[in-house]
């Protein structure tokens, strides 16, 4: 290390050199700097006093003025330190491994007392370091520590619990997955809970970093790059997994399998995965992670050696934290088990050391390349362990799985790591391991938008919940996200969900596929190749990924748009029948630069069929094209077109149909029509039953075809998943060649009804095409699957909702409680409606005072009632948080008619009741809308007590 300079009065100031290039520091008085050629921090000394005072953005161009820089050290039984309580005694200056660094000493001006040192670290990246360094005299119980509070003025997108703090251009964090970084009222704070007794304490360490206006998520996206465990050269990391096949393995059915895949796959189309992991089963449970010796008698050896003549290595399912019922065994043998006895504390000194110990020999003894990290408990309430309880717990937990993942690292370099259960998407999880499980809707999806095949709504959830993790972690890379991969358990086709999942652009690709399930053969496996194929080649374009389109659980187009070194991918996807037209314009909305297509593009579409769409497309084109039902389709742009093109479009004929549609009838939604399809085709109608409603009951559907009733096949979402809105149906059956008429009938099932129910129509064609040459592809790409033939979508009736007269009760009554009336549309986010009592069935509590009627719901919940007829003045109620669930914020909303006409604003447990009386008079549409208050649905039990509508 050199040191540069070391005097009393120290200044330094810093030129930038090249771009990006060393620090040049150089002298001053009372003003010192240090930055490069993106960012300067300026610091300003008075007397005993030294302060940051602004921040130098190249990027921004813009200076940022800094209105105060401090810290705070918590410690037990005393106040805590902060920086007015140390006198600033000189900066120095050093250099060291490509980094400068800027050192600010303090003391406390008492005898024996205690030193603190605040340190700079700055290479040549758009981000600068901060951590805290305390020297005392003796054991010092140091608790919260805020390493970095910071005034500044900007507006927040981002910020939380292992999140950056994103500002308009610039990032903050602590570099830590469990560091609480948080922007209110002006001022950064970066916290963390080490819980410590010590006499040399070094904090966390904490970032800045600098951005242009509108791109601080991209940057600190590259400042992840730059620190990430996942080499840069790997760009996609294919991993197969025995859950749903293998259930349990052992040594004889891996072995099977492994030789399986070696005919079907690498043999005839020299395609393989890199890992093939063994899913939860191997393990013995009343050990620390043994194998099972009747399953696996030989030890993991006789799976080696297959594996390595396909190219691939052996994976392995393991819990970090021992869960899935190793824990009460181990307790046994005297391991720390956590405050729950279902998992061991991570941190307990025994279960540390020895835990690091077995899954390093595992990985060394069999050559190991993929961890499925399953299990991770961060809290523990235990106060034997050698941590405090609470977050001072969850500091020591996270750091004992930190070391857990570094020491595999070390022992097997380049092994793939993969925690799922029990993560949360911190970005700062991604220096020790490479992808982390998204909570994107449970092991295999809940089917809530309607389809007829349960696959495709699967994939329609699953991408809603990808998308939506995205948005809420924008700091975190897309990439890294683990989505589970490629499922095949059903005989379903699932061509469409595998071009899904590779169209996320993720840089695991997990195979939980039964070979079983392979119903077309052959060609089942030649595609799987061809996708795994694309996939590699195409991967340093598909790690970058923008978000494009609109909600899939709105029935909305949606897809991933994926552009990097002059090419481009387009994953598109329609997730309801009804055909819908996209307009994409190729620029920044899409994730191109100007740069980036620079020379113009060929568009083409690569899947389901090859096909070019436009031959020249620049910067700021257009590219037209129809989505129909449940399309999924791949575009590349590029500067070539991937395939030869042959032939000329090849045409099919039309179905035509003469309809006037669904209509409501007194017994049901009943509907004629009149269909012509021609000879070759193949035709099914469709009819979708989405029954709305508290007391909405299950439907029924009656078909015939020229007078004669014909079989229906029904698929029916459930009513009681996670995500759902509504029970639905969806019906199907044949239409043969040739003109028929055709009668539906959509019916309550025996002894129910519905007073509302959204109801749709549509006939369905695949049409032959005539044969001709398949383009010959240049470059590896999908089989196109449908390039012979061609689907057709008839619209005969557009889903809209049904809507039977209302009947009021008591219709001369003066007043019409809530809880007698069924509500026209009820949906939330836990448990189901309650009527006179809380959503938890106990009786409903609002601060201390109970009330005998009103509705219980759980946020984020939307219950709505159609006024019309009703001859209503006003709505009454008293809305608040239920007494007997958790505390935290909830808030309450009525909208009449989309208006927002009344809003609690946050409440807890100790608000007492809002009393509400809106005018509704004239109104048609009421809506109750109960709301998380801005921490989330935890506990968010509301009652709207004493619910009624007033004549």
Known sequence: MKTLTQLCVLALLVSGGAAGGAADLMRDVENFSLGNDYLTLRFHRSGIRCHLTEVVSALAKRTLPIKSDGFSVGIEGGTALRESDFHFERATGEEAGGERRLILAYNDRKPKGIQLRVVYRIGAEPFVRRHIELIANQPTPIRQVDAWLVGIEGKASGQGFGQPVLLDDTFWGIEFPGGHNSFANGTVKLTHYPGRTTDRFVSKTAVLGVAEPGRVAQRFQDYIASIQATPKEQRLFVNYNTWWTLMPPTEKNCV?????????????????????????????????????????????????????????????????SSGYSHAPHLAKLGYEHNSNPWYCCQSGSKYRRDIVQRVTALAKQYDLAFYKFDGFCPSCEAKDHGHLPGPYAVEANIDAY?????????????????????????????????????????????????????????????????????????????????????????????????????????????????????????????????????????????????????????????????????????????????????????????????????????????????EVLKDTLSYGGTLDLSLLGYETVLIQLAQALPFAVAGQSRQASACKVQSAGL??????????????????????????????????????????????????????????????????????????????????????????????????????????????????????????????????????????VFTAPRVWPKADAETVWLDELPPDDATQGWGKLQTNRSVWEKPMIIAGRKFARGLGTHAESRIVYDLSGGKFKSFRCLVGRDEHAQDGAIAFQVKLDGKVVFDSGPMNKASAAKAIEVDVYGGTTLELLTLDGGDGIGGDHGNWAEAQLVR
């Open 663 to 800: 209509s409501l009838q007194d017994a049901g939604i009943e509907g004629k029509c009149t269909a012509v399809v021609p000879e070759g085709a193949k035709a099914t109608m469709h009819l979708l039953a989405d029954p709305r409603g508290t007391g909405a009951s299950a439907i029924e559907c009656s078909a015939h075809v020229n007078g004669k009733a014909v079989p229906v096949r029904a698929v029916r979402s459930g009513g009681d998943q996670a995500h759902s809105k509504h029970p639905w149906t969806w019906f199907e059956f044949a239409l043969p060649a040739g003109k028929s008429d055709v009668m539906v009938s959509l019916k309550p099932a025996k002894g129910g009804a519905f007073s509302r129910c959204e109801a749709g129509w549509w006939l369905w064609a695949e049409h032959p095409l005539a044969k001709g040459a398949p383009p010959k592809p240049t470059e590896p790409l999908p089989l196109p699957i449908g390039q012979d033939t061609r689907r057709e979508t008839i619209t005969i009736q557009a889903a809209k």
């Open 256 to 320: 099977e399998l492994i030789q399986l895949f070696k005919e079907k796959l690498f043999d005839p189309h020299g395609e393989s995965f890199d890992t093939f992991t063994i899913d939860d089963g191997w393990d013995k449970k009343e050990t620390l992670w043994e194998l099972v010796p009747e399953r696996f008698p030989n030890g993991f050896g006789p799976l080696v050696e297959p594996l390595k003549g396909m190219k691939a290595n052996l994976g392995l399912w393991l819990s970090p």
């Open 402 to 610: 930190i070391e857990l993942m570094s020491a595999v690292k070390q022992a097997k370099p380049g092994i793939f790591l993969d925690p799922t259960c029990g993560m949360w998407l911190s970005p700062w999880w991604l220096p020790y391991c490479d992808s982390i499980w998204g909570s994107v809707s449970g092991d295999y999806p809940d089917i809530i938008v309607p389809a007829p095949v349960v696959r495709d709504s699967a994939t329609t959830t699953r991408d809603a919940v990808f998308r939506q993790r995205v948005r809420e972690h924008p700091g975190y890379p897309p990439a890294a996200i683990e989505h589970l991969g490629i499922i095949v358990i059903t005989p379903e086709k699932w061509e469409d969900n595998a071009i899904a999942v590779v169209g996320r652009g993720c840089r695991l690709l997990t195979l939980y596929i039964n070979p079983k399930f392979f119903t077309k053969g052959d060609r089942d496996w030649a595609f799987l190749a061809s996708v795994l194929k694309w996939t590699r080649h195409n991967a340093p374009t598909l790690g970058h990924t923008t978000l494009i389109g609109g909600d899939p659980f709105k029935r909305e187009w949606y897809g991933y748009a994926h552009f990097a070194g002059g090419r481009g991918i387009i994953c598109l996807r329609n997730p309801f029948i009804e055909p819908q037209t996209i307009k994409l314009t190729l620029d920044e909305s899409v994730g191109c630069t100007r740069d980036g297509a620079a020379g113009p593009l060929t568009a083409a579409v690569v899947y389901p069929r090859h």
